[in-house]
């Protein structure tokens, strides 16, 4: 099988990759060592947005900006297409303190986001950008908040659905239970990669294998610094939304579903590859979540699960070409917010690999 390009991982990178190059008209082999969409594209909360976009450096907001804004237009397109609804919404985001007031003011207004300071209410019904807590409860809180109402939201594990479906629609070949082993070099070349499914051979070679991407580079992955770092969430489900925005508090947020799900998360925990959940966190989650709406009472998660963030420096992604080797490609390290910079992330690798001018400066992305 000749193929133009062997991509190594089938998360949410893997597939928008592939899906950006068989449009481009390449032919394009996908290879995933178990079942594609499954790890932390699977396992993550669908945000998109960094949670407070005032606490990233540029080199995130403009790969996030770029992701937010192409993500309406692609996940309709994916909805039309495939049929499978990956339930993009545009609930918003509500802070509540403790939060830099004026640091999130003047970052909103410099980078045109929209942002409200509100009022939270125990009761819905005054209306209008008051009314923004309604509890599932009537418990809950009294003060302000800050509403960035243009944060969006999708549900992976439909959007993960749809891009593979895609890609197979496009002509994509999706090769599951294949583990990538090792990468076979010669003259500063991926000539082959070793699989446990035997060798395969491409022109080029992406390396998208999130969390486990420089493990499986080995010395060839340089200085790129990604490691797993483990998130737990846990899923609550009510007969209907109990509130319509996405809630964040410090680190811990909930998302509400349409159909009444509700995730909480998350932990961020350095444990290596132990993708076990724990009782702790999950007390931990419980108990600050009860903080905030005291009348969730003893209701209890019906699921509770983990996954790897490839965590790399300041949330900073690899992505473009191997400094030596002329035929390997990076698309990794993504961090919290790789549902989000997806596309866009996409886009710049496919530009990186057609030379083609990029919507802004990608140095800080390069692979070193
Ligand atoms: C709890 C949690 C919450 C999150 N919330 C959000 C959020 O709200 N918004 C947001 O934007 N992001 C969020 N994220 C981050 C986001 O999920 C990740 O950044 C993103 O999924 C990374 O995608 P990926 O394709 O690189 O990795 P993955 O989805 O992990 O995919 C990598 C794939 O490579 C495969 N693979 C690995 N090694 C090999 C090999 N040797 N051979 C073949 N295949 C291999 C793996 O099996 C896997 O399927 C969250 C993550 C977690 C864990």
């Known amino acids: 099988m000749r193929t133009d390009f062997l991509i190594i991982g089938g998360g949410v990178i893997g597939l928008t990759s592939a ?33 407070c976009p005032w606490d990233y450096s540029e080199s995130v907001t403009r790969l996030t900006q770029r992701g937010m804004n192409m993500f309406s237009e692609a996940a309709s397109q994916l909805h039309t297409i495939t049929g499978i609804n990956p339930e993009y919404q545009r609930s918003g985001m509500l ?12 970052w909103c207004a410099q980078h045109q986001v929209v942002l409200h300071h509100v009022n939270l209410l125990l009761n819905p ?19 302000g908040g800050l509403l960035l109402p243009e944060v969006a939201q999708v549900r992976n594990p ?23 082993q090792k990468l076979e070099i010669a003259s500063e ?61 410090e680190n811990l947020y909930l998302i509400p579903r349409c159909d009444g799900h509700v995730l909480v998360g998350s932990t961020m925990e350095d444990v290596g590859f132990d993708k076990s959940t724990t009782m702790e966190a999950r007390d ?7 903080e905030i709406f005291p009348s969730w009472g003893n209701r209890m998660p019906v699921q509770h699960w983990a996954g790897f963030r490839p965590g790399s420096p300041d949330n900073i992604p690899t ?50």
């Open 158 to 180: 439909r959007l993960l659905q749809a891009l593979r479906k895609r890609v197979e629609m496009l002509g994509g070949v999706i090769l599951e239970q294949h583990e990538v």
């Open 95 to 106: 802070v509540l303190p403790p939060y830099q007031t004026e640091l999130a003011t003047q």
């Open 189 to 249: 070349r991926v000539i082959a990669l070793h699989t446990t499914q035997g060798k395969l051979s491409a022109d080029t070679y992406i390396v998208a294998a999130g969390a486990w991407s420089k493990t499986l580079l080995g010395e060839n992955a340089l200085n790129m610094d990604i490691r797993p770092i483990r998130g737990q969430i846990l899923l609550f489900k009510f007969d209907a939304p109990p509130f319509q925005q996405i809630v964040l508090k």
């Open 284 to 290: 931990r989650l419980l108990k600050r979540v009860r």
């Open 19 to 51: 899906q950006v190059l068989l449009q481009a008209g390449y032919r394009v082999t996908l290879l995933e060592r178990g079942r594609v969409g499954q790890e932390a594209s699977w396992a993550g909360g669908g945000i998109l947005s960094p949670l």
């Open 319 to 368: 992505i473009g070409r191997h400094p030596h080797l002329t035929n390997l490609y990076a698309n990794s390290g993504h961090f919290r917010y790789g549902v989000t910079m997806s596309f866009a992330s996409a886009e710049l690798l496919r530009n990186e690999i057609e030379s083609k001018l990029q919507p802004f400066s990608v140095a800080e992305y390069r692979w070193h």
């Open 125 to 143: 019904s005054s209306g209008g950008r008051r009314a923004l807590l309604p509890s599932p409860s009537g418990g809950g809180i009294e003060g």
